[in-house]
């Protein structure tokens, strides 16, 4: 009997141990169940909340976008309405020249204005190889025409308000030192002509400035250029210590170049477009928040210049970027092996301290041929093996590279 009772009651103290440890290990695991549901449901809410922000910004954007598209079309309009205006206004001036030209139009061979003031509303005055003094001077074109034919006109600290007027200036030289020019809805040509702004600063708000051929200078000079246009086509801007704010205006340079030594151009909004052209950027500085830059098949050097573009836009469409000093080049699939090669080739010749310390040089084969053919196509792999060694045979600068480089040859590539 008393084995029996020690059985019973060894067999219940074990009853009671097994329900107490899987009663134990069942609430643990609904415990640990229970956390993993919570850390579940705050993750979910983590989720939630991450996509209602995104999508506020989402919002957000839209909304921006959507203002911004509002008010390029606003833009536009005020573009389209302005140029109905102009379409008006020389409409005007043709019928007020059928009453006005006899009495108001002059031939002059030199015009000396020192601290005078010439007013020329709705007249026109013709200066064929003649010369135009303004020293400290104002001249005011409201509506008024000036020819000046092979002339030359100087500014130095004088002042020229072109309000609505028009200036003809082919092959004539412009000297704008210290002096101001304001073209406020007023026009501008220089075919083949030349603007020196040393020091000397020109607002263009809604006029425009046609320089084809020409060239602009602009030394320690700046131009402002809001909603303003200047064509510049097979002309040149130089810009060394000068500025060029262009905020909403646009500036036309096909075939033509931008010299940006040490000077600094400001395009909020704004518009260049360079097609065939060429932008030199020595030192210079551009910056491009929200505006554009339009340079089809055009070429940019930066050689120590700095580019910002906060939300601007550059378009290269079949352009060429060269980055002088950065050893950075943008990937072009039409550049050969070999002007890769002898690119890497040349900088590994420069002298010590010039030269990088790490260079990497990317092919696209035999990786394409790989994807094309196959591993297996032995004659597409030993055409590859041997465009690669061509590439590197008979360098010219190869024996000015070896004395820090591991120079590759034919035996070891």
Known sequence: MPDKFSNNLALSTFHLALSVTFRLALSTFCLALSTFHLALSTF????????????????????????????????????????????????????????HLAPSTFCLAHVYNPFGIVYIPFGA???????????????????????????AVYIPFGTVYILFGTVYNPFVIVYIPFGTVYIPFGTVYIPFGTVYIPFGTVYIPFGTVDIPFGAIYIPFGTIYIPFGTVYIPFGAVY???????????????PFGAVYIQFGTVYIPFGTVYIPFGAIYIPFGTVYIPLGTVYIPFGIVYISFGIVYISFGIVYISFGIVCSIHSFCLVYCSS????????????????????RPDFITLYFD???????????????????????MVEIFKNNPNQSTYTDSFYAPTTNNI
Not at 129 to 151: E, S
Not at 368 to 374: D, E, P, R, T
């Open 365 to 387: 084969e035999p990786d394409l041929a790989g994807h094309k053919y196959g591993p297996k196509d032995e004659e597409q792999v030993s055409r590859n093996d041997t465009d």
């Open 44 to 99: 979910h809410l983590a989720l939630s909340t991450f996509r209602l922000v995104l999508s506020t910004f989402h919002l957000v954007l839209s909304t921006f976008r959507l203002a911004l598209s509002t008010f390029h079309l606003a833009l536009s309009t005020f573009r389209l309405a302005l140029s109905t205006f102009r379409l008006a206004l020389s409409t005007f001036r043709l019928a007020l020249s059928t009453f």
């Open 239 to 253: 810009i060394p210590f000068g500025a060029v704010y262009i905020p909403f205006g646009a500036v036309y340079i």
């Open 125 to 151: 005055i013709y200066i064929p190889f003649g010369t135009v003094y303004i020293p400290f001077g104002t001249v005011y074109i409201p509506f008024g025409i000036v020819y000046i034919l092979f002339g």
């Open 335 to 354: 550049v050969t092996y070999h002007a890769r090669t002898q690119e890497v080739l040349s900088w590994m010749a420069l002298p010590r301290g010039e």
